[in-house]
C-alpha cells in the first residue's frame, strides 16, 4: 500500500452512489479519496477552485472537464476523454485517461481479442471514446458506435455481424438492475459481450450472453485496473500488478451478496444470520420479506391465495433485495423453481447450496412439505439448486463448523468468478 495522507483526491460525477471506488482506493493508499457528486454547472467552479490534489473523473463529464485543464495528456487528447485529473506543483490541471490501460485489462482477462473483428459499441459518451480507441489500436476489422437515438431494432439490423459487443452506456446500472440496452437476438455471429458496468456484478446484458454461451468480461476490472493507474499518477509511487488481482478478489468479497439456497430446514436462516454477524452484513430472510409485503403469514398466503401468488409475491421481494449489495440473503426452499429468480441471484450474488441428509430436514410450518416428502421435494428440486449454486457445503450439526465451510466455499467461488 501506498502511505501519502497528505494527498486529498477523490471522484467527481454524477450519480456517485454507486461508487465502489473509495473502497478502491482504500486499499491501494492511504490517502484522503471523497466523493464529489456535482450537477453539471458545479464541474467548472469546482476544478477552478482546485481544492484537491487529485480526482477521478466519471459519467457523465469525461469530456465535459476537458476545456477547463491545463495540459492534456496526448494519450487522453486522443481519446477525446479524461478521467483522472492531477494538480501539479505549479497548481495547473493535468489530465490523463487510465482507463484504457482499465479497459485493455479487462479484455485480457476475459480472453477477449479484438483484432480482426466486427466491434459494435453501444454508447457515445467519455467511456465509449475510450473503448473506440482500444478497438482500433488493437486491429479490429471494424468499429461501428450505436448512439441513444440510433438504438433500435432497425438501425442494429444493419449491424448483426457484429463479433464484440460492448456497452458503454448506463443502462442496467445499479439502481436499475434488470434492464438491458440491447437484444442479443439480433447478433447471430456475436462471440463476446463486455460491459463496462460493475454494479451489479452481472448486468442483465451480461447474463444474456452467459445464456448464449459467449464470453463476458463484466466492469470491475477494468475499474480496478484504472485506479491502480490513477493511484500512481496521484502518488508518483508504482503499484506492483498484482495488487490489481488481490483487490479486484477483495471488491468482490466484500460487494456481492451472499445468498443461501437449498432445501426447507437446511439451515439458510440459521446459518444466515451466524454469517451476516461475523461479516457485520444485514442479514435478510426471503420468506420473512414476503410475510411483510403480504401481511400475514406464509401458511396463509398458501391457504387463501394459493402457490402461484405465493411465488410472485417472492419474484417481486427477490428482485428489491437482490438489486443491493453486501448483504447475507437467506432464501425460500423453493425460490430457485423459477428461471427468474434464478437470473436474480447470478446478477449480484454468490449462491451457495446448503445440503443436508434429507432425514434430518425440518419441515415444521412449511406448507409444501406437509403436502410432499422431503425425498419428492428434492427429486423435483435438486436440478435447480444445482444450477443456481456457485459453491456448496454439506451443513454440519455444529454452527461454527459450518461457518468455517462457508467462508471458505465463498471464498474459492469468488476468486473463480
Known amino acids: 500500500m501506498i502511505h501519502r495522507k497528505?494527498?486529498?483526491c477523490g471522484l467527481i460525477?454524477?450519480?456517485?452512489?454507486?461508487?465502489?471506488?473509495?473502497?478502491?482506493?482504500?486499499?491501494?493508499?492511504?490517502?484522503?479519496?471523497?466523493?464529489?457528486p456535482l450537477e453539471e454547472e458545479e464541474v467548472a467552479p469546482f476544478l477552478a477552485a482546485r481544492a484537491f490534489?487529485?480526482?477521478?473523473?466519471?459519467?457523465?463529464?469525461?469530456?465535459?472537464?476537458?476545456?477547463?485543464?491545463?495540459?492534456?495528456?496526448?494519450?487522453?487528447?486522443?481519446?477525446?476523454?479524461?478521467?483522472?485529473?492531477?494538480?501539479?506543483?505549479d497548481g495547473r490541471l493535468l489530465g490523463y485517461n487510465t482507463d484504457y490501460a482499465g479497459f485493455s485489462f479487462m479484455l485480457r482477462r476475459r480472453g477477449i481479442a479484438l483484432s480482426g473483428k466486427k466491434v459494435l459499441?453501444?454508447?457515445?459518451?467519455?467511456?465509449?471514446?475510450?473503448v473506440k480507441t482500444v478497438a482500433e489500436d488493437a486491429g479490429a476489422e471494424s468499429v461501428t458506435v450505436i448512439g441513444r437515438r440510433d438504438n433500435n431494432p432497425q438501425t442494429l439490423v444493419l449491424h448483426a455481424g457484429a463479433e464484440v459487443l460492448i456497452n458503454t452506456t448506463p443502462v442496467g446500472m445499479f439502481p436499475n438492475n434488470g434492464q438491458s440496452p440491447v437484444d442479443l437476438s439480433l447478433f447471430p455471429r456475436l462471440e463476446a459481450v463486455a460491459d463496462v458496468i460493475y454494479n451489479p456484478a452481472r448486468t442483465a446484458l451480461i447474463l444474456d450472453a452467459e445464456q448464449k454461451g459467449v464470453k463476458t468480461a463484466?466492469?470491475?476490472?477494468?475499474?480496478?485496473?484504472?485506479?491502480?493507474?490513477?493511484?500512481?499518477?496521484?502518488?508518483?509511487?508504482?503499484?506492483?500488478?498484482?495488487?490489481?488481482?488481490?483487490?479486484?478478489?477483495?471488491?468482490?468479497?466484500?460487494?456481492?451478496?451472499?445468498?443461501?439456497?437449498?432445501m426447507p430446514g437446511a439451515?439458510?436462516?440459521?446459518?444466515?444470520?451466524?454469517?451476516?454477524?461475523?461479516?457485520?452484513?444485514d442479514f435478510v430472510d426471503l420468506d420473512d420479506e414476503i410475510v411483510k409485503a403480504a401481511g400475514k403469514p406464509i401458511p396463509e398466503i398458501f391457504a387463501e391465495d394459493g402457490e402461484p401468488a405465493f411465488r410472485d409475491l417472492e419474484s417481486a421481494c427477490l428482485a428489491q433485495i437482490s438489486a443491493r449489495s453486501s448483504l447475507v440473503i437467506a432464501t425460500g426452499g423453493g425460490a430457485v423453481i423459477r428461471a427468474e429468480n434464478r437470473r436474480l441471484l447470478r446478477q449480484n450474488s454468490t449462491a451457495v447450496l446448503l445440503r443436508r441428509p434429507l432425514g434430518e430436514l425440518d419441515s415444521n410450518g412449511r406448507p409444501l412439505s406437509k403436502l410432499h416428502s422431503a425425498?419428492?421435494?428434492?427429486?423435483?428440486?435438486?436440478?435447480?439448486?444445482?444450477?443456481?449454486?456457485?459453491?456448496?457445503?454439506?451443513?454440519?450439526?455444529?454452527?461454527?463448523?459450518?461457518?468455517?465451510?462457508l467462508l471458505a466455499a465463498i471464498e474459492a467461488a469468488d476468486a473463480d468468478a
Open 218 to 262: 463484466s466492469g470491475l476490472p477494468m475499474l480496478v485496473a484504472q485506479a491502480k493507474a490513477a493511484a500512481e499518477l496521484f502518488t508518483g509511487e508504482h503499484v506492483p500488478d498484482e495488487e490489481t488481482e488481490r483487490i479486484i478478489r477483495a471488491v468482490s468479497l466484500v460487494k456481492r451478496n451472499i445468498a443461501l439456497i437449498g
Open 6 to 8: 497528505e494527498l486529498r
Open 267 to 281: 439451515g439458510k436462516s440459521t446459518l444466515g444470520r451466524a454469517l451476516a454477524r461475523q461479516l457485520g452484513r
Open 375 to 405: 425425498e419428492e421435494l428434492w427429486a423435483a428440486r435438486r436440478a435447480y439448486y444445482e444450477s443456481a449454486a456457485d459453491a456448496e457445503i454439506t451443513v454440519e450439526p455444529d454452527v461454527s463448523r459450518s461457518l468455517e465451510k
Open 13 to 36: 460525477g454524477n450519480p456517485l452512489g454507486h461508487s465502489y471506488s473509495p473502497e478502491i482506493h482504500a486499499l491501494l493508499a492511504d490517502y484522503e479519496y471523497r466523493l464529489f
Open 53 to 89: 490534489d487529485a480526482i477521478n473523473v466519471t459519467i457523465p463529464y469525461k469530456k465535459t472537464v476537458m476545456p477547463y485543464l491545463d495540459e492534456i495528456s496526448p494519450e487522453a487528447r486522443r481519446i477525446g476523454s479524461v478521467n483522472t485529473i492531477v494538480r501539479d506543483g
Open 121 to 130: 459499441i453501444l454508447g457515445s459518451g467519455g467511456a465509449c471514446a475510450t
